[in-house]
């Protein structure tokens, strides 16, 4: 049975116990009130006046008031006849009394008179005990019904009692107890409630929950599991060496590539704390060194040269740190790293090539040059003959691109040297006033050619600086040319040196176009030109000049006002 209708119908039959036990009672005693006031009204009534009728008998009812209450009685046993025979006694008691009236003396008469008052007297005595028993009968009668009622309402409410409570709690808590397994993941938890009450629908309905719940699980599992499988043989089967590290920095795995090429067994990684492989393996330990290093995992961009198969292979290092927000949480949590290694070999060697062949063909381009600037001189001397003045201006724009022409070769012998490395240093102390002279004196003419003059300002006494003349004057050079060449006609730049610790500063300042913020950091890349920038010129001479003077321990910085001019700043330490 339902719930609702259960409880309704053990309060209902509770209700209906309770009107029945009220109803009876009420009946009972109102029976019982009946049948004792008529014993005590009536009945008593008729029993004080045939009393008192018969002591004023005694008394001498000749006497006018013994006479005078008889008869007072008489008149109200009269008005109060109940009982079956009362009526005909009372009425032969008044003829009879008439006829005593007539004759006090005749005792017949008397002793008749006197009969009848005890006859009725006797109807009532009788009628009194008759009642009695009647209002025995139903104070009996009641006390069984009542007991009955109570009886059974009893055990109706103590059936209840004991039932109804267990019966709506037992499940309630079985359900909270199947809630809980379900809550800690038991999805095989099942409820077991046979009955066809709600508590029977909400079993079946918890039950097909925790059926589904229990199937997407296992569904769920063996997807995830599908999936790592693609994953693992997909890293597998990369080219590429990658290693996975927890967040604790143990080896989860390392591909064939990563352990061909670190000459390490899967069987001894795993499971392993990195550092701890990396005691061993100096591959692994190259790799790692950033990890410790930084928070940020800013890892070291020059590639990574290791020998594996009988050949140089060249890798770029990537640290991909995993972080994921864990469910429920909102903070980001890292839970591992990923150590990526992508084989630039193929590139290197075509950056190879092309550095050789850059380097092979601005040689052989040099000599044809340097000769063709040669037989320009021969021309303009006129030994050749006398030349006119369209020749001239010919010559002299022929000239013009040689110069270009051997500048340019110039820059990419230097480039090259820069790229493979082998740029060669000779440095040793020398004046820094020697060299900054040297470098104005070769941009003097560009200079002169666009109304720029040169500023230099030097302190009275200047220390030497450790450097090599021929390329700190070449940076020089360059700095100066570019200054001259992205500022104004008639303008003025200004070159300082100034001494501060331990070091010398260069500084070529114009007020010119200025470069704008956002390409500040790109002028020293190679073959960078500011957007918009006239079209003479490669882009390479800053990036040339960074690499020089740092290759001297120095460094060179760049400030510029957009609009306004620029200074460039070249530091190198002092001797
Ligand atoms: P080259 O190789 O002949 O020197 P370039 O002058 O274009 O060519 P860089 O000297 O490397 O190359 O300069 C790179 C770019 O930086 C220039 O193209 C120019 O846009 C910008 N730049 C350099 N110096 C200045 C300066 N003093 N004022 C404004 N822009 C400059
Ligand atoms: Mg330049």
């Known amino acids: 049975m339902k719930i609702k209708p259960k409880l309704t119908l053990g309060i209902g039959v509770m209700f209906l116990m309770i009107l029945l036990l009220t109803v009876l009672s009420v009946i009972y005693i109102n029976r019982l009130r009946r049948d004792t006031a008529n014993i005590l009204v009536d009945n008593y009534k008729t029993l004080d006046y045939s009393r008192q009728m018969l002591q004023s008998l005694n008394a001498g009812i000749r006497q006018h008031q013994h006479a005078a209450i008889f008869e007072k009685n008489l008149y109200l ?18 003829a009879d009394y008439e006829r005593l009236k007539l004759n006090f003396a005749d005792s017949t008469v008397f002793e008749s008179v006197s009969r009848d008052i005890t006859d009725i007297m006797l109807v009532n005595m009788q009628a009194i005990a008759r009642k009695s028993t009647l209002a025995d009968h139903t104070s009996k009668d009641g006390i069984l019904w009542l007991s009955l009622c109570g009886t059974v309402s009893f055990l109706a409410a103590f059936v209840m009692l004991v039932n109804l409570p267990g019966n709506i709690a037992d499940p309630i808590r079985e359900l909270t107890e199947s809630i809980k397994q379900i809550a800690s993941q038991n999805y095989a938890e099942r409820l077991h409630f046979n009955n066809r009450s709600e508590f029977g629908e909400l079993a079946a309905a918890f039950n ?23 994953i693992e043989t997909l890293i597998n089967n990369m080219n590429d060496p990658v290693i996975g ?3 604790s920095k143990k080896i989860l795995f390392m591909n064939s590539t990563a352990l061909k090429i670190s000459g390490l067994d899967a069987a001894e990684v795993s499971g392993k704390y990195i550092q701890d492989v990396a005691v061993h393996n100096d591959l692994i330990r190259s790799l790692v060194q950033d990890l410790f290093q930084t928070d940020n995992y800013i890892a070291n961009k020059n590639p990574i040269k290791i020998y594996a198969d009988n050949k140089e292979s060249y890798f770029e290092k990537e640290i991909i740190p995993i972080k994921i927000i864990p469910t429920g949480e909102t903070e980001e949590k890292l839970i591992g790293n990923v150590i990526l290694l992508q084989n630039i070999t193929p590139y290197k060697e075509l950056d190879f090539a092309k550095t050789s062949f850059i380097a092979t063909v601005s040689h052989e381009l040099k000599t044809p040059i340097s000769s063709i600037k040669m037989s320009l001189h021969l021309l303009e001397n006129g030994e050749l003959g006398t030349i006119n003045d369209g020749q001239r201006s010919l010559l002299d724009s022929i000239e013009e691109d040689a110069e270009r022409l051997l500048k340019i070769t110039g820059e990419l012998l230097n480039m090259t040297q820069v790229e493979s490395g082998t740029i060669q240093l000779s440095a040793f102390p020398s004046d820094p006033l020697d060299i900054f002279k040297y470098a104005i004196q070769a941009n003097k003419t560009a200079a002169e050619q666009k109304g720029i003059s040169l500023e230099l300002s030097t302190p009275q006494e200047l220390p030497m600086v450790v450097a090599d003349s021929e390329k700190t004057a070449w940076v020089l050079t360059n700095l100066i040319s570019n200054a001259i060449r992205y500022s104004y006609e008639n303008s003025v730049v200004r070159l300082q040196i100034s001494s501060s610790g331990e070091k010398i ?47 001297e321990g120095g460094n060179i910085t760049v400030t510029s006002e957009y609009g306004a001019g620029t200074t460039f700043t070249v530091t190198l330490n002092k001797a």
Do not use: W
Request: net charge neutral; no cysteine; charged share 35%.
């Open 245 to 247: 590290l927890d967040e």
């Open 77 to 94: 046993q009269e008005k109060n006849v109940t009982e079956e025979g009362e009526h005909y006694l009372t009425i032969k008691l008044a």
């Open 208 to 230: 097909t929950m925790a059926k589904k719940l229990q199937e997407y699980k296992e569904g769920n599992l063996e997807k995830i599991m599908i999936e790592k499988t693609r």
């Open 505 to 551: 500063l260069f500084s070529v300042k114009d007020t010119g176009q200025g470069i704008p913020p956002e390409y500040l950091k790109k002028v020293f890349d190679r073959y960078f030109r500011v957007p918009g920038t006239k079209k003479e010129g490669t882009g390479l001479g800053l990036s040339i000049s960074k690499e020089f003077i740092e290759a």
